[in-house]
């Protein structure tokens, strides 16, 4: 009988301050990125971009002060869906038209 141990090298996410803000980057296990952000004093801000394991955007999201604030853009293999939210509430939500983020 074999037993094995797996040891996963865990990716510490990297900080750089940016004078009010803080930019975080988040990395898979591989080292690809992950996810890329900003804090402003200790609260999600600003744009965040999501990577799925590829490396291609799955998620464009917006945050004002901690909360899900403006555009959100939710891509899949297929199909792009816009949602827009105003302090944490969706106020609408469509398909966008076409796959690509040129105008984003």
Same mark, same amino acid.
């Given at each position: 009988?074999?037993?094995? #141990?797996?040891?996963?090298?865990?990716?510490?996410?990297?900080?750089? %301050?940016?004078?009010?803000? +803080? %930019?975080? +980057?988040?990395?898979?296990?591989?080292? &690809? /990125?992950?996810?890329?952000?900003?804090?402003?004093?200790?609260?999600?801000?600003?744009?965040? /971009?999501?990577?799925?394991?590829?490396?291609? #955007? &799955?998620? #464009? $999201?917006?945050?004002?002060?901690?909360?899900?604030?403006? %555009?959100?853009?939710? !891509?899949?293999?297929? &199909?792009?869906?816009?949602? @827009?939210?105003? $302090?944490?509430? #969706?106020?609408? /939500?469509?398909?966008?038209?076409? @796959?690509? !983020?040129?105008? /984003?």
């Amino acid at each position: 009988m074999f037993i094995g #141990i797996v040891n996963a090298q865990v990716v510490k996410p990297k900080f750089e %301050k940016q004078n009010e803000l +803080t %930019k975080a +980057t988040y990395f898979y296990d591989n080292g &690809s /990125i992950k996810e890329v952000g900003f804090f402003k004093n200790d609260k999600l801000h600003n744009k965040w /971009i999501s990577y799925n394991k590829d490396g291609n #955007i &799955s998620v #464009i $999201a917006n945050y004002s002060e901690g909360k899900k604030d403006g %555009k959100w853009y939710i !891509l899949s293999n297929d &199909s792009i869906k816009e949602v @827009t939210y105003k $302090a944490n509430k #969706i106020i609408k /939500i469509e398909n966008v038209a076409g @796959t690509e !983020l040129n105008y /984003i």
